[in-house]
């Protein structure tokens, strides 16, 4: 593996050997906006950098796991190093994929993240989790 390569990269390909499961992307913390996608995000998520790039993250999660991954987003961030959080992307087609993302560096407010998709089955235990809660509340 090149010496050169970013913690935050080496780390994901660890999880996977494959740099089309990776995002990379530029992102402001003053609006949370992107402002650079890699072209992987419509391999993996469906959506084109133009339809990604100056806009919200939250216009691309479920909303029902918003309040949960600000939080873990915030937490995060007064974290010198090992920033990482997970949410869920819900993808153009209407699937929704749990996202694994790795902030590397923030300079000027502005992150560079890295992201892999983490696997269906998290997020269909999670569901069916989260159905139980309300179920019996």
Same mark, same amino acid.
């Given at each position: 593996?090149?010496?050169?390569?970013?913690?935050?990269?080496?780390?994901?390909?660890?999880?996977?050997?494959?740099?089309?499961?990776?995002?990379?992307?530029?992102?402001?913390?003053? *609006?949370? @906006?992107?402002?650079? +996608?890699?072209?992987?995000? #419509?391999? %993996?998520?469906?959506?084109?950098?133009?339809?990604?790039?100056?806009?919200?993250?939250?216009?691309?999660?479920?909303?029902?796991?918003?309040?949960?991954?600000?939080?873990?987003?915030?937490?995060?961030?007064?974290?010198?190093?090992?920033?990482?959080?997970?949410?869920?992307?819900?993808?153009? *087609?209407? @699937?929704?994929?749990? +996202?694994?993302?790795?902030? #590397?560096? %923030?300079?000027?407010?502005?992150?560079?993240?890295?992201?892999?998709?983490?696997?269906?089955?998290?997020?269909?235990?999670?569901?069916?989790?989260?159905?139980?809660?309300?179920?019996?509340?």
């Amino acid at each position: 593996m090149d010496s050169d390569i970013s913690t935050g990269l080496r780390l994901l390909k660890t999880i996977t050997n494959k740099d089309s499961d990776i995002i990379i992307t530029q992102f402001s913390m003053i *609006d949370e @906006t992107f402002i650079t +996608m890699s072209d992987n995000c #419509e391999r %993996i998520l469906g959506y084109t950098r133009d339809e990604m790039e100056g806009f919200n993250y939250k216009d691309f999660t479920d909303n029902n796991f918003d309040a949960l991954s600000t939080e873990e987003v915030k937490r995060n961030m007064e974290k010198p190093k090992g920033r990482y959080f997970t949410n869920i992307y819900v993808c153009k *087609d209407g @699937t929704k994929k749990i +996202m694994l993302w790795v902030i #590397e560096e %923030i300079i000027n407010n502005i992150a560079l993240c890295f992201a892999i998709p983490i696997g269906q089955y998290i997020l269909d235990s999670i569901i069916v989790l989260d159905n139980y809660i309300k179920e019996n509340d």
